[in-house]
């Protein structure tokens, strides 16, 4: 999205937009372009026209793209329009990155119908081409021989009038003699100019009954050095995105690479270093599977609660019996007493399902009632694991770190209004805040606003180098199950809820060269047996669906 966000404006197409036919009609344009030796040129077009009711004035289109090459933009300056010999109020606009419009006319009141007479004179650089450039092009009439140094090659009658124009009467004043010249009336070679003349270092050629939007393209040839102009690396359809200035794209590159590493710096200040994991071969001492995870990732565990259950299964205070696919019967059967040797988060996952006291049952058989209970334990173990960890000191709050994600989210509205250029020229600003929001992005995670402290470290050290015993292969972390068989079942939960049931099932059956053991805990009347999911386990997200 960031890339689209980014590249839009160049994967549009660009075409010279407005009303193709406009009711006004030009009786007569006459346009005297003058050029000097630095490729400047100066133009004044003088319009006739017949306006019906109703009209508020003309609009003039002016591509700013060279057609002979892609690097060169062509920018117009205005220096006056007059209606009827009076100053006459315009606005200048863009239309997709390439053409620059002049709405002419009071937007408030309407012209009287009739004979109107406007004179538009704005300027052009970098006008003259090297000779060569656009040689391969035909046209339908020609004079001379067009050679020189230069070329002059232009479209004297603009593609972009929606106007009729019944007659137009071109003048090119070049800064050196011209040998000879080319033109056509229409789009490629068209038809041919009506007086194409060359005296000196004067063009002169007219036009009739030019239906709307019929270009007239003159080809000349100078005697004249092709003077320097400026280009750019991209060509106008990257206009929206680059802009016309190389020094600018130069900068805002220079800050999404400086957005990107300090966002990266920012963000790698919220990460805790590691204490480093020693493997262990056993959990925590009087942890729980969930408080286990939580304090080796600072995140609930997905599988919270099918671990939790094993777990209080593997401690004899339930029985568990799948009696279909995803469908378990979930029944008390430990004393009351036993649970006081239970963590806290367990216990209440437990009573959340009502399973806390003797003739305790669940069944978790898809239902809606079924689901309510699961949502509400969940949210019970999300809440009590986080309490636990900050009422025995493990973790703090420090909140310092939540100013990042309020800058990732700045970020991101930044990003987008740059890029649909709300207040903003070319959607390349958008560039430093969107790589900056990526490179934040992980702010988002678990445990972002929060520190463990030194006993929380500690903990962490002994949960995280146990998962890595669970986690790894047995040929990085050998676990001696001949002589420890029984925990195998043991660590299931653990397994579960650190997402390694099934490296720590293959674990055990590499080791001993035998299918991984069921539960004592586990019991079956549906065929749906312990190592049916395939991962060394049964279904566990029973549980949690």
């Not at 892609?70 to 100053?87: A, F, Y």
């Not at 609930?300 to 019996?321: K, M, Q």
């Amino acid at each position: 999205m960031i890339a689209i966000g980014l590249l839009w404006p160049a994967l549009g197409s660009s075409s010279s937009g407005g009303t193709v036919s406009d009711p006004v009609y030009f009786t007569e344009l006459r346009a005297d372009f003058t050029v000097d030796a630095d490729g400047f040129m100066r133009a004044t077009e003088t319009i006739r026209a017949e306006f019906p009711s109703g009209r508020h004035g003309i609009f003039r289109y002016w591509d700013v793209g060279n057609p002979n090459n892609p690097h060169v933009r062509q920018t117009p300056e205005i220096i006056s329009i007059t209606l009827d010999g009076r100053s006459v109020p315009y606005q200048l606009m863009w239309e997709d990155d390439r053409f620059r419009v002049a709405k002419i006319g009071d937007p408030d009141s309407y012209l009287d119908p009739g004979t109107h007479v406007y004179r538009i004179t704005y300027t052009v650089p970098d006008v003259l081409d090297p000779a060569g450039l656009g040689s391969d092009k035909k046209f339908a009439t020609s004079t001379g021989e067009v050679g020189g140094e230069s070329a002059f090659y232009w479209n004297v009658i603009a593609p972009a009038w929606n106007n009729e124009i019944e007659r137009a009467d071109i003048t090119v004043k070049l800064p050196g003699r011209v040998p000879g010249a080319m033109c056509s009336v229409g789009q490629g070679v068209g038809r041919a100019c009506e007086g194409l003349t060359v005296s000196g270092d004067t063009v002169r050629l007219s036009a009739t009954d030019l239906m709307p939007r019929t270009p007239v393209t003159l080809r000349a040839g100078v005697e004249v050095p092709t003077p320097p102009r400026a280009e750019l690396p991209w060509s106008v359809r990257w206009d929206g995105v680059l802009g016309r200035s190389v020094p600018v794209v130069v900068w805002l590159l220079g800050l999404t690479a400086a957005a990107g590493l300090g966002g990266f710096l920012w963000w790698r200040t919220t990460v805790e270093p590691s204490p480093g994991f020693p493997l262990q071969y056993a959990p925590p001492k009087g942890l729980g599977p969930v408080q286990c995870e939580y304090i080796r990732t600072e995140k609930v565990p997905d599988e919270g609660i099918t671990a939790t259950l094993f777990y209080l299964a593997e401690r004899g205070l339930l029985s568990l019996n799948q009696t279909g696919a995803k469908k378990w019967a979930v029944h008390t059967v430990g004393e009351s007493g036993a649970w006081a040797d239970v963590d806290s988060v367990s216990v209440a996952v437990g009573s959340a399902l009502g399973l806390n006291h003797p003739g305790g049952a669940f069944n978790a058989n898809g239902g809606v009632s079924a689901g309510k209970k699961l949502t509400a334990a969940k949210q019970v173990m999300e809440t009590g694991v986080r309490q636990w960890a900050l009422d025995e000191g493990l973790i703090a709050k420090h909140r310092v770190e939540w100013w990042l994600r309020f800058a990732n989210v700045v970020a991101l509205v930044v990003a987008f209004f740059c890029f649909l250029r709300w207040g903003f020229a070319i959607t390349l600003w958008g560039a430093p805040f969107a790589v900056f929001f990526l490179l934040t992005t992980p702010a988002w995670r678990p445990g972002v606003g929060m520190r463990r402290t030194a006993a929380g470290r500690r903990l962490w050290s002994e949960a995280g180098g146990f998962h890595r015993m669970l986690a790894t292969d047995s040929a990085e972390s050998r676990f001696d199950f001949a002589a420890r068989k029984d925990l195998y079942t043991a660590y299931i939960p653990f397994a579960v809820a650190g997402g390694a049931a099934a490296v720590w099932a293959a674990k055990y059956q590499a080791a001993t060269g035998q299918p991984p053991p069921e539960p004592g805990w586990y019991h079956t009347t549906s065929g749906h047996g312990w190592t049916s999911s395939g991962s060394g386990g049964a279904n566990f997200d029973s549980f949690e669906s």
